[in-house]
C-alpha cells in the first residue's frame, strides 16, 4: 500500500516538473559550447547571457543590458553533456534584474507564422532562393526569440525583383495593423542583402508584437501522429517557415523527431547529430509541440548506422517511404 502512495506521489512530481518544463519560456535556456565555455559557472552564465540579452531585449534597448554582479542568483539550473553546457535561466529573477535597473524587455514570447514568397523580374517563383531565404528566417528566429508558430497570426513578406539592382518588399498578414510596401537597391551580395532585410522587418515585428500590452497567447497545436503528415503537407501561397510546406533541400532524407523535448534536450540532440562525422549537414526545417522536423544530408548513402545511433541515444528510428521517424 505504501509503495503504491509512493509511486503515485513520484507519478504527480513527475508530472509537475513536466508541465512546468513545457511551460518554460524557451528563450531562456542558452548553451554553450563545451570546448569553448569559461572555467567557472559565473564566468559561463557571464558567456550565455548575451544570447538571452538578444532575444528579450528590443533592438532600441539592446545597448543597455544589465548590470549582473551575482550570476548565479539568475540561474535556474544547469546540465552538462559531453558537448555542450546547458543553462537554464529563472525568468521570475531575470524579469526582477530588468525591473530594478529600469531596462524595459519583451515579456511576450512574440510569435507569429511566416510565409516567404520570391518572385523573380518575369513573375516566376524563384524556388531554391525562397528555400533558402525560409531556412535563414528560421535561424533568425531561434536566434532572436521568435517563435514561428503555424498556428498563429500570418506574416506574408513577399520580395519582387524589379530590375537587376532593385528589389520591392510587401508585407502583409493578420498579424499587421496595415500592410508595408518598401523598395531597396541592392548593395553587395543579394542575397545577403535579402537576409539582412527580412531580418530587420522580422525584428520590427518582434518588438512590436512583445512590448504589446495584453498580446494574446497563441496555443501551438499538438501535431497529428500520422505518417501521411509526413508527405502529403498542404500548398500554400508562398513559403511557410515552421510549417509542413518548406520544401526539401536537394539530396536531403526527412528526418522526424515525434517526442516531446525541452529545448534543451532538442539543441543538446542536434548538436550531437551535427558533430557526427557521417553527417554532412542538419537542416530544421519545422517545430511544433511533440515534433520537430529536419532535412538530413549525409556524406554517403550508407543510412543503417542511424537505428544504432538513435537507439544510443535512447530513440526508436524506422525507416518509412522517404523518411525517418524517430520516436
Not at 113 to 125: C, F, M, P, T, V
Not at 143 to 165: K, S
Request: hydrophobic content about 45%.
Amino acid at each position: 500500500m505504501m509503495a503504491c502512495c509512493l509511486r503515485g506521489v513520484l507519478c504527480c512530481l513527475a508530472l509537475c516538473m513536466f508541465a512546468s518544463a513545457a511551460m518554460a519560456d524557451p528563450r531562456f535556456v542558452l548553451v554553450l559550447e563545451r570546448q569553448q565555455a569559461a572555467a567557472t559557472l559565473d564566468d559561463q552564465i557571464r558567456q550565455a547571457l548575451p544570447q538571452l540579452w538578444d532575444r528579450v531585449l528590443p533592438i532600441a534597448g539592446r545597448n543597455s543590458a544589465p548590470f549582473v554582479k551575482t550570476p548565479q542568483l539568475l540561474l535556474q539550473r544547469v546540465q552538462r553533456g559531453q558537448q555542450s553546457i546547458t543553462l537554464e535561466m529563472n525568468e521570475q529573477a531575470v524579469w526582477q534584474l530588468l525591473a530594478e535597473q529600469g531596462i524595459p524587455g519583451l515579456k511576450t514570447i512574440p510569435r507569429f507564422r511566416l510565409n516567404i514568397a520570391l518572385i523573380n523580374r518575369q513573375g516566376k517563383e524563384m524556388t531554391n532562393s525562397r528555400r533558402l531565404l525560409a531556412q535563414q528566417a528560421a535561424i533568425i528566429a531561434r536566434r532572436w526569440g521568435i517563435l514561428l508558430d503555424p498556428t498563429a497570426p500570418t506574416v506574408n513578406m513577399r520580395f519582387t525583383w524589379l530590375d537587376p539592382q532593385q528589389v520591392g518588399l510587401h508585407i502583409s498578414g493578420s498579424a499587421l495593423l496595415s500592410d508595408i510596401d518598401e523598395n531597396r537597391r541592392i548593395r553587395g551580395d543579394s542575397f545577403a542583402f535579402l537576409v539582412a532585410w527580412m531580418q530587420d522587418n522580422m525584428l520590427q515585428l518582434r518588438d512590436t508584437l512583445g512590448t504589446a500590452e495584453g498580446s494574446p497567447e497563441v496555443a501551438v497545436a499538438p501535431a497529428v501522429a500520422t505518417t501521411d503528415a509526413i508527405e502529403n503537407a498542404p500548398a500554400d501561397q508562398g513559403e511557410t517557415v515552421a510549417d509542413n510546406s518548406l520544401p526539401m533541400p536537394p539530396g536531403s532524407e526527412l528526418l522526424v523527431v515525434r517526442k516531446t523535448m525541452s529545448l534543451s534536450q532538442q539543441l543538446v540532440l542536434e548538436k550531437a547529430l551535427q558533430q557526427e562525422q557521417r553527417v554532412k549537414a542538419l537542416i530544421p526545417m519545422s517545430f511544433s509541440q511533440g515534433e520537430q522536423r529536419y532535412a538530413l544530408q549525409l556524406k554517403t548513402a550508407a543510412q543503417a548506422w542511424l537505428t544504432d545511433w538513435f537507439a544510443q541515444h535512447g530513440m526508436q528510428a524506422t525507416r518509412l517511404d522517404g523518411a525517418w521517424l524517430i520516436q
